[in-house]
């Protein structure tokens, strides 16, 4: 039992590091500390799916899973095996890549673009 609610805990934490992955951003415009930790985690991100490695969380999960019961481990990815569950649907490795990618993007767009500030005293009007 004990290595259940461990297991349900990295759950959780895993999720919760995904919405900070996709949400991140929107501290991390306004906290340069936030900012250069969501940067590295995105990095890390593409990284594992560039190389098609499996999130760690995943691993932990898959371990903690098989120490208490061993029939509940499964292979794979968190985020496919998780999200099929969810929505019924395959999510290919080049979907999540792509998917990847594009949270990367916008979130670079997101932390480089230039803030206009809505009166500046030094331009002439």
Known sequence: ??????????????F???LF????????????PVRIFHISVLAFAFV?????????????????RTKHDPSLAYKGS?????VE????IELSRNLILI???MLCGLNAWLYLRK?????????SY
């Open 78 to 82: 968190f985020i496919i095996y998780y």
């Open 99 to 101: 998917l990847t990618v």
């Open 21 to 32: 992955l996709v949400f991140g951003v929107f501290l991390g415009v306004k906290n340069r």
């Open 85 to 88: 569950k969810m929505v019924y």
């Open 16 to 18: 919760l590091w995904i």
């Open 48 to 64: 594992i799916q560039i190389f098609d490695w499996y999130c760690p969380l995943t691993h932990l999960e898959a371990w903690l």
């Open 115 to 123: 803030k206009d500030t809505p009166y500046d005293i030094n331009k």
């Open 1 to 14: 039992m004990f290595y259940k609610i461990l297991a349900d805990i990295v759950v959780l934490i895993h």
